[in-house]
């Protein structure tokens, strides 16, 4: 079993920045990928970005490109999210996600572990 606790959130003026962190329980953090997700009221969760177990790839949804960057520590079982310059659109719960793959992809039915999730408000 594997548990993920994301961190970070908070409420952010737009043009502000916030770093999210989520860190997993278990041993098999470092051979997976990972992903950032995100869930805004009355839209369906939509891919932000992932990152493949050694970090030598990564991918971003057009939205974020530029703006946010994903990193990881597989010493610490962690995985962040650098929010740069952010919007009101960015408001959502942040979710970060195990996937069941080693290299990176977008959809969200190959992440088989998800944290509950942490807030990201920008206010305008």
């Known amino acids: 079993q594997v548990q993920l606790v994301e961190s970070g959130g908070g409420l952010v003026q737009a043009g502000g920045s916030l770093r999210l962190s989520c860190t997993a329980s278990?041993?098999?953090?470092?051979?997976?990928?990972m992903g950032w997700f995100r869930q805004a009221p009355g839209k369906e969760r939509e891919f932000v970005a992932t990152?493949?177990?050694?970090?030598?790839?990564?991918y971003y949804a057009d939205s974020v490109k530029g703006r946010f960057t994903i990193s990881r520590d597989n010493a610490k079982n962690t995985v962040y999210l650098q929010m740069n310059n952010l919007k009101p659109e960015d408001t959502a719960v942040y979710y970060c996600a195990k996937s069941t793959r080693s290299g990176i992809y977008v959809n969200k039915d190959t992440y088989n572990y998800w944290g509950r999730g942490t807030q990201v408000t920008v206010s305008s």
């Open positions: 278990g041993r098999t953090f470092s051979t997976y990928a």
């Open positions: 990152i493949s177990w050694s970090s030598g790839n990564t």
